[in-house]
């Protein structure tokens, strides 16, 4: 069974990316891709944005000349997400969504349009990152409440949230399986003279520099000791591959809101 894809976003930096993940993918067919209306990338060919080679596929600013796609990747900004979940709603289809920096209202939202049609919400959609998740679930529950917990993240000096989507979904699996309100124990910045570090806190710190593509480290640290779980992604490949997989995954999906642990069996 062949999918049927349409890329929202794709002159970015992840839509080239997954403009050449949905064209090499055995399973996925291309439909097209969308820009904004102002867009000087309007109507230029998607394997020329992707740098693969012409497939006369064009750019549009008109997401009704997608409406062949079953499934659409949106990896844009928040603003422009909610926009294409209405219009996803309105035409029965499904999103996978890879914006990040979504807040707790936000997300209740999407979980609303989630009612009617197939929508994941994946802050990371590497499939590494979230076998990692998995990891951070296991080593809270065994060892959480008797060790320190930091996290680390860095990436690009290009990106606009902070912490990065990805660490506050560690910090969250961290918290969940622990029992704590992550918004009442994370802490995000160190200045200064402080006093002792409070026992239940989720300590995070941020890096963006250069070309960074994204690191991200759990610390679970004891006197004596302490366990790192880390991953570090080369190439925003990872995710538009992540973003494929999910893709074929919620084609077959009913109505509903999906993560990346529903897309790999890990729930």
Same mark, same amino acid.
């Given at each position: 069974?062949?999918?049927? =894809?349409?890329?929202?976003? #794709?002159?970015? $930096?992840?839509? $080239?990316?997954?403009?050449?993940?949905?064209?090499?993918?055995?399973?996925?067919?291309? =439909?097209?891709?969308? *820009?904004?209306? /102002?867009?000087? &990338?309007?109507?230029?060919?998607?394997?020329?944005?992707?740098?693969?080679?012409?497939?006369?596929?064009?750019?549009?600013?008109?997401?009704?000349?997608?409406?062949?796609?079953?499934?659409?990747?949106?990896?844009?900004?928040? +603003?422009? !997400?909610?926009?294409?979940?209405?219009? #996803?709603?309105?035409?029965?289809?499904?999103?996978? @969504?890879?914006?990040?920096? &979504?807040?707790? %209202?936000?997300? +209740? $939202?999407?979980?609303?349009?989630?009612?009617? @049609?197939?929508?994941?919400?994946?802050? /990371?959609?590497? @499939?590494?990152?979230?076998?990692?998740?998995?990891?951070? %679930?296991?080593?809270?529950?065994?060892?959480?409440?008797?060790?320190?917990? +930091?996290? &680390?993240?860095?990436?690009?000096?290009?990106?606009?949230?902070?912490?990065?989507?990805?660490?506050?979904?560690?910090?969250?699996?961290?918290?969940?399986?622990?029992? $704590?309100?992550?918004?009442?124990?994370?802490?995000?910045?160190?200045?200064?003279?402080? %006093?002792?570090?409070?026992?239940?806190?989720?300590?995070?710190?941020?890096?963006?520099?250069?070309?960074? *593509?994204?690191?991200? !480290?759990?610390?679970?640290?004891?006197?004596? %000791?302490?366990?790192?779980?880390?991953?570090?992604?080369?190439?925003?490949?990872? &995710?538009? =591959?992540?973003?494929?997989?999910?893709?074929?995954?919620?084609?077959?999906?009913?109505?509903?809101?999906?993560?990346?642990?529903?897309?790999?069996?890990?729930?």
């Amino acid at each position: 069974m062949t999918i049927k =894809v349409a890329i929202l976003g #794709c002159s970015g $930096r992840m839509g $080239r990316n997954l403009i050449q993940a949905a064209h090499e993918h055995d399973s996925i067919s291309l =439909v097209g891709g969308s *820009v904004r209306s /102002n867009s000087s &990338f309007n109507q230029i060919d998607l394997g020329e944005l992707a740098a693969i080679g012409k497939i006369n596929l064009h750019a549009t600013s008109e997401l009704d000349a997608l409406l062949a796609a079953d499934v659409f990747i949106d990896f844009t900004s928040i +603003e422009s !997400t909610f926009e294409h979940l209405a219009w #996803c709603k309105a035409h029965n289809k499904a999103i996978v @969504i890879g914006t990040t920096g &979504f807040n707790a %209202e936000e997300i +209740e $939202r999407i979980q609303a349009f989630a009612s009617d @049609i197939p929508v994941i919400l994946a802050p /990371n959609t590497s @499939i590494g990152v979230n076998l990692m998740f998995k990891l951070l %679930e296991m080593t809270a529950k065994a060892i959480g409440n008797d060790t320190d917990i +930091e996290i &680390f993240e860095a990436h690009h000096r290009f990106k606009k949230d902070a912490p990065s989507g990805t660490a506050m979904k560690m910090g969250q699996v961290i918290a969940d399986t622990l029992g $704590r309100d992550l918004d009442k124990v994370a802490v995000y910045g160190r200045e200064g003279i402080t %006093e002792e570090r409070a026992k239940d806190t989720i300590g995070f710190a941020t890096v963006r520099a250069g070309d960074i *593509v994204g690191e991200h !480290t759990a610390f679970f640290a004891d006197l004596g %000791e302490r366990i790192e779980i880390t991953h570090k992604a080369s190439t925003r490949m990872t &995710f538009a =591959v992540g973003a494929m997989r999910a893709a074929t995954w919620l084609s077959k999906a009913k109505p509903g809101f999906y993560d990346m642990q529903d897309v790999l069996g890990l729930k």
